[in-house]
């Protein structure tokens, strides 16, 4: 098997694990602890959730991300529900059908072209309630940062969280990238989720350098009374939870997320301002976080991707997806965007 240590620009889950997650889990790995959950570290990293987003929370964690939206998104809902997200929503694309699969609830999707739902937008499937032959919409999903690397701002999530809450309706957040967001709105987790209305957050951190392990943070208890079964049958509740537990005491400790979200927000606007001089690439999306989305000739495509591992988003439009990680270096960006330059001119 060949490995490579040459960094590409397909996915910042693709990244090693920060020296200060990798430390925290080492510290963890002495003696013996309570298993699931019931140890130190653990109540020390609910702990440092409540210290960001106060005590009248509950948390809890979990393996992978796909896990924190589908099991939060069934602690709301019944079978007979929809959530609303768009079209290029991870819970609609990238999750294998497992939100409507293990929720039993119907997906209902708009095309937003910068990836962000609007009271607009959402309108068009507020239809149907109380009418038994149709699924009953009960949660807004809304991507943050956005699948297409932009940001919600406050404004926009209040707004969407008053007009579900105004329809009987729950507002989830898919918070994968959310240290991302929160360094490109200059603010704390706290003002765009909970005191904008978000009822329900999957919280990450594998992307920004944890080895692995989310969080599903509810808002309101009422709706968390259960969960500890849910997470259960689920599959996530972790044995040695401890390992999860310590990587988040050093993520939300010491500035430790801000500044691996900090670089890489950085390093996609230098390899956004890089690719702007390159003649015949354009790019599409305003660079709010650590995605860059761009069209590029469809010539030069294979021969980057033989150099550099990353993504077609859209074959049509021969529009690419570059997503820069906390180890992403000014010299990766110089050489790609120099490579790139060679094969369009040539």
Known sequence: MEFTNKRGFASDNNSGVHPVMMKAIMDANHGHTIAYGDDPYTAQAISKFKENFGDDIDVFFVFIGSAANV????AITETYNAVICTDTAHIHVDECGAPERFTGCKLLTVTAPDGKLTV???KKHMH???FQHHAQPKVISVS???ELGTVYTINEIRALADYAHQNGMLLHMDGARLANAAVSLNLGFKEFTKDAGVDILSFGGTKNGMMYGEAIVFFDKKYSQ???YTRK???QLASKMRYISAQFNAYLSDKQWVNTAKHSNRMAQILAEKVRSIPCVKITQRVEANGVFVIIPKEVI????NEYFFYVWDEDKSE???MTSWDTTEEDIINFTNRLKELVES
């Open 128 to 130: 149907g309630f109380g």
């Open 302 to 305: 294979s021969a980057l991707q």
């Open 233 to 235: 049958q689920g599959l």
């Open 71 to 74: 099991l939060g998104l069934k």
């Open 144 to 146: 943050q940062t956005t």
């Open 320 to 322: 690419v997806r570059w």
């Open 120 to 122: 607009d937008l959402v």
């Open 226 to 228: 259960n969960f500890m």
